[in-house]
Structure formats: structure tokens, C-alpha cells
């Protein structure tokens, strides 16, 4: 079984709207990370946003916001107010606790296009 | 800090060449990790290191693949003999381990075999 789905292979967003990127996750572990990366066409990935699976508190880092919903095994990216600069991939990463501790399943990326 | 640096930017090499691909972690980074990127396959983990001992390298494809972190500045990702499969964007990444932090990524290689 897939560890992270991206269900979203690509998206478009009109500039300064909000967009949501869906990921779901599979895992038995009660200790675990989500992480969020943008991929630009530059290439390299940069880290957005982290959240920990014991987190009560929904991730925020700017414009950046991570809807953490447990029992759904849920962690979308909400961009808020969506810049030109947004345009990239974006993948959902999650760390399983315990063994291979920090061994990152990344999904397979969401390509967004913010229109002006 | 100079984050993660990895060389060459972009490599070209005709099959059965053998390939080195270089990477320098953030210093005091105890996790060293190698990705390969493809359109087919997505970020596959190939293998990591910690503390220099490589820990998990179930993800290297084959013999052909190996990779070395002599110490706790450098790392090699090696292919010998090269084949046009392996062309893909290889990135190197490494993390202090502290469990709410991701990976800091270099900028990666993009090899192409032909």
C-alpha cells in the first residue's frame, strides 16, 4: 500500500485565491511527521511546513497552512492568497517514528499553476 | 550556512561509463541521504547514512550503485557500468535528526546516459 497519496496530479489556482493540495497517509505508527516540500522548476525541493502526528494545533508558516485531520489520515496544504512565485510541485512527505526513524515516503507531487 | 552542495550540477555520459556523483552535508547534519527523482518512479530513497555507517540501502537498484561517506563532510553515489535508465535527477539530503525537521536538500544532479 501506498504510504502518501497525492490524488492531484495537477491543479490551477487564479492569483491571490486560496488552494488546497490533498495528501493522505497510511500508517500504524502513533508517532509519526508529516512534511510538506515545493519543487520550482529550478529543481531543487524546499522545505514548507511540518506537522507532528501528536500536534493539536493545525502547522502554520505564513501563507502556509497544514489541515491536519488524524482520523482521516489527512494532511492538505492550504496556500493561501496564492502568488505567481507558487507555481511548482508540491509533495507531501511522512517520517514514521521508531525504526528507520527518519526514513522520509514522499508522495508523487501535486503541479500547481497560479494564473494571473 | 552553505546547505547542502552537490557536484556536478548536470553530468552527460555515454553508457558503460563509470559515473561519481558528490555531495557535502550541512556540517553538524548526522543524516545523509540519497534520492533519485524520475517522471515514472517520483523521490525514491536510495540509501542513508548516519553517523557515516550507511544504515538502510535497500532502495540501491542494483551492484551497480554504491555509495560511500568516508567521513562526515563528503559522500559519493557511484554507478559503475552507467546504462540510460539510470538517467534521472539525483538529489543528496541531510538532517540533524531532530524529529520535527525535514531533510535539507542540495539542488541535485541531473545525469543523462546516453
Known amino acids: 500500500a501506498q504510504k502518501i497519496t497525492q490524488t492531484q496530479p495537477g491543479m490551477f489556482v487564479q492569483e491571490k485565491e486560496a488552494v488546497t493540495l490533498d495528501c493522505t497517509y497510511d500508517?500504524?505508527?502513533?508517532?509519526?511527521?508529516l512534511f510538506w516540500y515545493k519543487q520550482p522548476s529550478s529543481g531543487e525541493m524546499i522545505f514548507l511546513i511540518y506537522q507532528g502526528s501528536y500536534d493539536e494545533q493545525n502547522a502554520t508558516e505564513g501563507r502556509y497552512s497544514l489541515n491536519f485531520q488524524k482520523a482521516r489520515k489527512s494532511a492538505n496544504l492550504v496556500i493561501s492568497a496564492s502568488q505567481l512565485g507558487d507555481s511548482a510541485m508540491y509533495f507531501c512527505?511522512?517520517?514514521?517514528?521508531?525504526?528507520?526513524?527518519?526514513?522520509?515516503?514522499f508522495g508523487s507531487g501535486t503541479k500547481l499553476n497560479v494564473k494571473p | 550556512d552553505a546547505g547542502v552542495i552537490q557536484s556536478p550540477r548536470h553530468e552527460v555520459t555515454e553508457m558503460g561509463q563509470e559515473v561519481t556523483l558528490r555531495c557535502k552535508p550541512i556540517s553538524g547534519h548526522d543524516y545523509l541521504f540519497w534520492y533519485r527523482q524520475t517522471m515514472m518512479r517520483g523521490l525514491e530513497l536510495l540509501i542513508y547514512?548516519?553517523?557515516?555507517?550507511?544504515?538502510?540501502d535497500s532502495g540501491m537498484p542494483e551492484d551497480r550503485f554504491s555509495a560511500k561517506m568516508p567521513n562526515a563532510s563528503f559522500s559519493t553515489l557511484k554507478i559503475q557500468p552507467s546504462e540510460p535508465r539510470d538517467s534521472a535527477v539525483y538529489f543528496c539530503?541531510?538532517?540533524?535528526?531532530?524529529?520535527?525537521?525535514?531533510?535539507?536538500f542540495g539542488s541535485g544532479t541531473r545525469l543523462t546516459v546516453v
Open positions: 547514512f548516519n553517523n557515516n555507517v550507511p544504515i538502510d
Open positions: 539530503a541531510s538532517s540533524s535528526g531532530h524529529p520535527n525537521y525535514g531533510y535539507t
Open positions: 512527505a511522512m517520517r514514521e517514528g521508531r525504526d528507520n526513524f527518519n526514513k522520509f515516503y
Open positions: 500508517t500504524s505508527d502513533q508517532s509519526y511527521g
